[in-house]
């Protein structure tokens, strides 16, 4: 068994109390004249025991308290000096302060039954004043240090508790920042993402074709429909660079795309896909009696619409491509059909982000999404993008 390495401080505080207590052995200052043990030197032995206990009252306190016990009782016997007796309190303090949770609970009872033990004793048997007095003293000796020690140590645990309680709420407020980085990343991506790509798309597949087809009439149309998109993204990009930039908080709210631009959005779509043979209605169903739906359910159902004409202008062969919205007491359905299969002629490049940015938009509104190929009632395969948002705005957990 290695014995623990002592604390400096504690090295110095038994140092101190053993000169302390030679100095008042060498004066002959001692705590009574009568002594079971009358030997001079015999004061010696429990002040170098108490003093070797003083050395580990912080590594050993249990230890430190045993023998500190044994000394203070021999010290009784001897003429005894007062400083084993006040290194004995600060060993009974030390045990209770640096020992382990169960002795810093029991030490304060058991000296305090000691404590009373000893008087009841003593008036027995003596049966006059000095019962009380001597009482007094053992309390002074053994209760009150471990009590204060108690009272120590309580603070410390409450102190420590805390500074575990502030490190913790630092630590839910960082994690809590953390996530609310990423969350305005992501909707700043999805934004960009939706008001960017339906631009830049066509400007792709007319600049290809452009390129592709020597024809003075169909390079013109291209350059125009490429000129549209390209002023049309950089007012986009404008917008939202400046509401990025904006950190006055008194500028008025831009407002969000809703569902009565979609005949707008079909119209730009028409213009875009009809060089590559693609048609585009809308089949709205949901009447004009309807309650208005929750500005973010307007603004997901019309970037799901966004998205999808996107893609099919980008990935669809020629056909038709249905936008279908429909709305009961709780859902609103988007439902938007294209043609399914490869597409002659040029292509835009996809990443792959406008699938996930919907399914984000719908889950962040509690709703569900499905989007893939699906056989149509006339046995052709179709791309089928399908979202039901809540009529009623309401938050997912996630």
């Avoid at 002040?47 to 230890?63: D, F, K, Y």
């Avoid at 308290?65 to 000096?81: D, R, Y």
């Avoid at 020629?318 to 936008?323: D, L, S």
Wanted: aromatic share 4%; charged share 20%.
């Amino acid at each position: 068994m290695t014995i623990p390495r002592p604390h400096r401080v504690d090295l110095l505080i038994a140092a101190g109390g053993l000169a302390c207590g030679l100095v008042l052995w060498g004066f002959g200052i001692v705590n009574r004249t009568d002594a079971l043990i009358e030997t001079r030197w015999a004061p010696l032995v429990p002040l170098l025991v108490i003093t070797a206990a003083e050395t580990v009252r912080r590594v050993l306190p249990q230890t430190a308290l045993v023998a500190g016990t044994l000394a203070i009782v021999a010290n009784e016997f001897t003429h005894g000096t007062l400083a084993t007796v006040l290194m004995f309190t600060d060993v009974v303090y030390a045990a209770v302060v640096y020992g382990s949770p169960a002795s810093a609970r029991r030490i304060p009872y058991s000296t305090g039954l000691i404590s009373v033990g000893v008087t009841i004793g003593l008036l027995v048997w003596w049966q006059n004043a000095v019962a009380l007095l001597i009482g007094v003293v053992t309390g002074m000796v053994a209760f009150l240090p471990a009590m204060t020690g108690a009272v120590v140590r309580n603070h410390r645990e409450a102190a420590e508790a805390a500074r575990l309680r502030a490190e913790q709420t630092a630590l839910l407020a960082e994690m809590d920042r953390s996530q609310a980085v990423v969350a305005e990343r992501a909707r700043m991506a999805r934004e960009l993402h939706d008001m960017v790509a339906n631009h830049l798309s066509a400007i792709a597949i007319h600049s290809t074709a452009a390129l592709s087809l020597d024809d003075a009439a169909t390079t013109n149309q291209a350059l125009t429909v490429i000129r549209e998109n390209s002023v049309a993204g950089l007012a986009e990009m404008r917008r939202l660079i400046g509401l990025l930039r904006d950190s006055s908080g008194d500028a008025e709210p831009a407002a969000a795309p809703t569902l009565a631009g979609l005949d707008a959005l079909v119209e730009q779509a028409r213009t875009n896909g009809a060089s590559s043979g693609l048609t585009f209605t809308i089949d709205d169903t949901r009447g004009e009696d309807n309650e208005p739906l929750p500005a973010p359910v307007e603004l997901a159902a019309y970037r799901i619409v966004q998205e999808s004409l996107t893609n099919a202008l980008k990935h669809a062969p020629a056909g038709p491509v249905t936008v279908f919205l429909a709305r009961d007491a709780r859902t609103l359905t988007v439902r938007v059909a294209s043609p399914f299969g490869d597409r002659p002629g040029p292509r835009a490049p996809g990443s792959g982000a406008g699938l996930v940015g919907m399914r984000e938009r719908v889950a962040l509104l509690g709703g569900e999404f499905e989007a893939g190929p699906v056989t149509a009632a006339d046995g052709t395969k179709i791309w089928q993008v399908r979202a039901g948002l809540p009529a009623e705005e309401r938050m997912s957990d996630g």
